[in-house]
């Protein structure tokens, strides 16, 4: 598995990453960060629990703040190939905006 992680931005507890993935797996961002202690937010497989638990109970935070605000196809096959050097972005929803202006407040 092959990943490069950019920090975006961070404070004492928290950081805001742009995970591209080269080569790799279903899980590979959230199984790969939590390996190094840094779990997604509300990531109930590998995350912090505890945490997960006090952002739902005081914001009502229930998803993973994982978003991909970006898709580029680069070599497509067979009757994708139109899409080559295609890129699709997308805005962080509006849940995950509201709370990273709470974590870096």
């Known amino acids: 598995m092959h990943t490069i992680v950019e920090n975006i931005q961070s404070n ?19 199984l790969h960060l939590s390996s190094v202690g840094h779990p997604i937010i509300g990531d109930s497989k590998y ?13 009502h935070f229930q998803n993973q703040f994982l978003h991909a605000y970006q ?3 680069v070599k497509p096959i067979g ?14 929803p ?12």
Not at 12 to 30: D, E, F
Not at 79 to 92: G, R, T
Request: aromatic share 12%; net charge positive; hydrophobic share 35%.
């Open 12 to 30: 004492q507890k928290y950081s805001l990453l742009k995970v591209k993935i080269i080569t790799g797996r279903t899980h590979q961002i959230r």
């Open 71 to 73: 898709i580029q196809f």
């Open 47 to 59: 995350g912090d629990f505890e945490l997960n638990r006090y952002l739902k109970k005081t914001y």
């Open 94 to 105: 509006q849940n995950l905006e509201r709370l990273k202006k709470i974590l870096f407040q």
């Open 79 to 92: 009757s994708l190939k139109y899409l080559q050097d295609v890129v699709i972005q997308s805005p962080l």
